[in-house]
């Protein structure tokens, strides 16, 4: 569970930001953004205070702790973009000066084909950043939604990563598909469920590819030679959860704070909106 809060000024600037993880850690709760009022950030880093309230076990996904903070970062900051009337691209370059991350959403725009509009633009587009292991990574997808059948489609995703220097370029992009893969499947299908104070989910059925079929990708690699070599692994996965969520309320209007995005929480949330 993550709390924020955040406000934004006249000028579409971020200008204050607080942020609380539970039960998760802070992998991933890094701020790149800038903002505007000194000492508004939630951290000496800007990054995110991780709060352990109980003693209740938990244990990591992959990446540990990453995939929900970054959900819950990327999800914010469209919001802001939102309320501020501002694309969700323009937006966050308006409050970005971390240049490898801008270079990096820049890649993933323009690959893309990303035209400025505020969501929601019923278009279903969505864009998220994110760091991990060293590596920038941003994704951009489009989705469809079928309010009928609660159904999210994931029709493209472009992902552009910063890992500094490539030793293996064909090797960094299979990584950077098969996190795409595994991404989706996280996002609109896996749950654990509990009952009791019990986890009640005792195995784990591969869906990733089941929740990819259809989905077409494309990934590059941002050079960067002045950086040693970085991770590769995991980067790609973390900001999918943002990247969709964010593409739903632009296909939408309505805003998902859990994941996943399964037909029963999609069709609950569309109903009560």
Not at 21 to 37: I, P, S
Not at 43 to 57: H, Y
Request: with cysteine; charged share 25%; net charge neutral.
């Amino acid at each position: 569970m993550v709390k924020v809060a955040s406000s934004t000024d006249g000028a579409g600037k971020i200008a204050s930001w607080d942020y609380d993880v539970y039960f998760a850690g802070d992998r991933g709760a890094e701020l790149f953004y800038d903002v505007r009022t000194p000492g508004c950030a939630s951290s000496e880093a800007g990054a995110g205070r991780e709060r352990k309230p109980t003693a209740s076990p938990s244990a990591p996904g992959v990446p540990p702790g990453a995939n929900m903070n970054v959900f819950a970062r990327e999800s914010q900051i469209d919001v802001m973009a939102a309320a501020a009337g501002l694309d969700p691209v323009e937006f966050r370059l308006r409050n970005m000066s971390d240049e490898r991350m801008r270079r990096a959403l820049q890649e993933a725009a323009k690959a893309f084909g990303w035209k400025p509009a505020a969501a929601p633009s019923r278009r279903g587009w969505g864009v998220a950043c994110g760091i991990d292991a060293g590596t920038y990574a941003v994704l951009a997808v489009q989705v469809a939604v079928d309010r009928a059948s609660g159904q999210v489609r994931v029709e493209r995703v472009v992902c552009a990563q910063d890992m500094g220097v490539v030793v293996n370029p064909e090797g960094a992009t299979m990584q950077m598909e098969g996190c795409i893969t595994m991404g989706l499947g996280y996002v609109l299908t896996e749950e654990l469920r509990f009952r009791g104070g019990s986890c009640s989910t005792r195995t784990s059925t591969p869906t990733s590819c089941r929740a990819c079929r259809g989905c077409r990708d494309r990934d590059a690699a941002v050079p960067n030679d002045a950086v040693p070599p970085q991770g590769g692994g995991e980067p790609a996965i973390v900001p999918m959860g943002a990247a969709i969520a964010n593409a739903f309320f632009d296909a939408t209007g309505v805003r998902i704070y859990r994941l996943p995005l399964d037909p029963e929480r999609v069709k609950a949330a569309l109903t009560k909106a």
